[in-house]
């Protein structure tokens, strides 16, 4: 099963809705994924919440230090010293505190920036159990492990109690009989109660009928910070040529989506596909921007 990403402007004919990505599936012989060239150059899953590159963390954070009342208080102070008429003080007794506070300001934002560095790399490199395909229908669904960093929109994860959701995806189908499943998301709002979501009707009947789908496409919203926000649609296609398929539509809403950063809670075994990844994920949309932290009396 190939998948292939593409641009859609709608959910439906009906319905204005800003860009969104689509992933189509076509079948190659077993059910089995093969990524494309359109999807491979789809946004990856790989975060990174550092600020600064070895070239501009000199330059910017030495800068940022100026916005220190006391840094530039001593800095006035130790000009003052050059001039002879004025002077008070050995320059280089004045010199040596402002080099010191400013070198102790630099060294904090480096020991924060390494500490982003390294939560970055565990997060990208945490395992998961991506679905690689079926022999045939009614065989066990393969799978296989790997890290946060390579999902792709349209892999199918396989998730477990207590798993950490490493992209905003859609469940699919729950070990449930009626199909819920509940998730804790207080990474993203605070709340640590259970909220209940349900998966998707027709897959929670018989997953494999997506794997084995001639295609397949997902279409949902342009990313945007709203977690509690979300409507799509998935369609199947299960006969018919390129040029003319008929596909079975399925909408999609806030029941089943569960954002990145959310924990599976006492829901046994699920199948959720990826829809949003790295920096379009709602977790990193709430990220906001970066500002300098100061006391109020160095304001």
Not at 46 to 72: A, D, E, G, M, R
Not at 187 to 213: H, M, T, Y
Not at 256 to 284: D, H, N, W
Request: net charge neutral; aromatic share 10%; proline share 5%.
């Amino acid at each position: 099963m190939s998948v292939r990403l593409k641009r859609r402007y709608s959910l439906r004919s009906s319905t204005k809705l800003p860009i969104v990505p689509t992933v189509n599936t076509a079948l190659t012989g077993d059910a089995a994924f093969h990524p494309s060239q359109a999807q491979r150059q789809a946004p990856g899953n790989k975060i990174k919440s550092t600020h600064y590159t070895p070239l501009t963390f000199v330059p910017i954070v030495l800068l940022l230090q100026f916005k220190n009342v006391v840094v530039c208080f001593y800095t006035f102070n130790t000009i003052m010293q050059f001039i002879p008429a004025i002077s008070t003080n050995s320059p280089l007794a004045s010199m040596i505190p402002t080099i010191f506070i400013i070198l102790v300001g630099m060294g904090k934002e480096l020991y924060l920036e390494i500490k982003r560095w390294r939560e970055d790399k565990r997060i990208n490199s945490l395992p998961c159990t991506t679905v690689t395909g079926c022999a045939a229908e009614g065989a066990e669904i393969n799978c296989s492990e790997g890290e946060v960093q390579n999902l792709r929109v349209g892999d199918i994860l396989r998730l477990d109690d207590d798993d950490y959701v490493p992209a905003d995806c859609v469940l699919l189908q729950a070990s449930q009989e009626n199909g819920q499943a509940f998730t804790m998301t207080d990474a993203l709002d605070g709340e640590r109660n259970f909220k209940s979501k349900l998966v998707l009707p027709r897959c929670q009947k018989d997953i494999q009928q997506l794997l084995f789908a001639r295609s397949l496409r997902l279409s949902v919203p342009e990313p945007n910070p709203d977690i509690y926000d979300f409507k799509g649609s998935i369609q199947y296609s299960f006969t018919g040529s390129d040029e003319g398929e008929e596909f079975d539509n399925e909408d999609m809403t806030n029941l089943q989506f569960v954002p990145r950063g959310s924990t599976i809670k006492f829901s046994g075994q699920l199948y959720a596909m990826v829809v949003y990844t790295g920096l379009e994920t709602k977790l990193m949309q709430n990220l906001g921007s970066y500002t300098f932290k100061r006391s109020r009396m160095q304001q």
